[in-house]
């Protein structure tokens, strides 16, 4: 079996690549820079995967990588969390993940036998805010987008690949939650206050927060993938989210440290600007009931057993 993953060389892609190589499967990954992609594979892994070189824009060329694929990964974007958000790296967020969609849907119009599955990434961030994790405010995969940036950039998002059902590739949108893991992504923001015993919740600590270990990340969309009956949206989510604040204690517990600090909204607002509050000081209660009705045993359900895997055994 032969998987393409766009934006392989990601956070999620790369664990994503080495699991799916751990069952068998073929792994290409195009990618503008594909010798420093490899560096970014995990360890024992980064000279099975096909890096290919591709600009991003070539609907042609990725066509030719495209065929023979049974799987086609999406998880191409901008980072979120990369810059302030001034109105030109909104475009770029926005753009990165339409434009990459658009042209997939180009290049699998050139082939000749089209892939059974598109996974299409996406984000919680679809769903806006919340505040309360019991009642209509938890939200399901049939809970419908909210307002602002976020939600506006992951319903693009979903939608640039859309056509690929009328082409009849069954097609499963991945609704991601805070990815935790080690190196890159969000934990290591958490982690440097923590490690100075300056760490403590941001915001009022009571927003919620949808989270996943990275390994469940992985076995989540191949879980997907190998499942035929599996299309539509998943919330990629563990079973049970936290508050920020809860986080927050239990991070600090797993490191032995206080969380005793709490950075207020208004701090977080001067600094960052509308990122401050999209991305940190609204939150969400996001549940996985389709990706747990379909059969996928979470191996991390549990925040602290999570958090002590990636940062102590």
């Known amino acids: 079996m032969r998987a393409l993953i766009l934006g392989g060389s990601g956070f999620i892609g790369t664990a994503l690549s080495g699991h799916l190589l751990d069952k068998g499967w073929q ?5 503008r820079n594909p010798e420093k992609g490899r560096f970014l594979i995990p360890q024992g892994h980064s000279l099975d995967v096909s890096f290919v070189m591709w600009d991003g824009n070539d609907a042609l060329s990725l066509a030719k990588y495209c065929e023979g694929a049974d799987a086609i990964i999406n998880l191409a974007g901008e980072s979120i969390a990369a810059a302030r958000w001034t109105d030109d790296q909104k475009r770029r967020i926005r753009q990165s993940r339409v434009q990459t969609g658009e042209v997939l849907i180009k290049a699998l119009k050139e082939l ?3 892939p059974e599955v598109l996974i299409q990434g996406s984000a919680v961030g679809y769903y806006g805010g919340s505040q309360t994790l019991a009642g209509p405010d938890a939200y399901t995969e049939f809970s419908p987008s909210g307002q602002g940036f976020l939600a506006s950039v992951a319903r693009d998002w979903e939608a640039s690949t859309l056509e690929a059902e009328r082409m009849g590739i069954r097609r499963a949108v991945i609704r991601t939650g805070v990815v935790l893991g080690p190196g890159e992504g969000a934990l290591q923001k958490f982690i440097s206050p923590f490690s100075y015993f300056a760490g403590g919740p941001l915001g009022t600590g009571q927003q919620g927060f949808s989270w996943i270990h990275r390994d469940d990340t992985a076995g989540a969309i191949a879980h997907i ?9 998943f919330n990629l989510t563990a079973p049970m989210p936290v508050t920020m604040l809860d986080f927050c204690n239990t991070l600090g517990r797993v490191m032995n440290r206080p969380s005793w600090l709490p950075v207020p909204g208004f701090m977080l607002r001067l600094m960052l600007g509308e990122m401050a509050e999209e991305l940190i000081l609204q939150g969400q209660f996001a549940l996985p009931g389709r990706l747990v009705g379909a059969g996928y045993s979470f191996r991390f359900n549990d925040l ?8 102590i055994e």
Do not use: F, M
Not at 27 to 31: L, R, T
């Open 225 to 233: 993938i190998e499942n035929k009956d599996c299309a539509g949206p």
């Open 304 to 311: 602290e057993n999570a958090l002590r895997d990636i940062l």
């Open 27 to 31: 792994v290409v990954i195009p990618s």
């Open 112 to 114: 000749q036998t089209l």
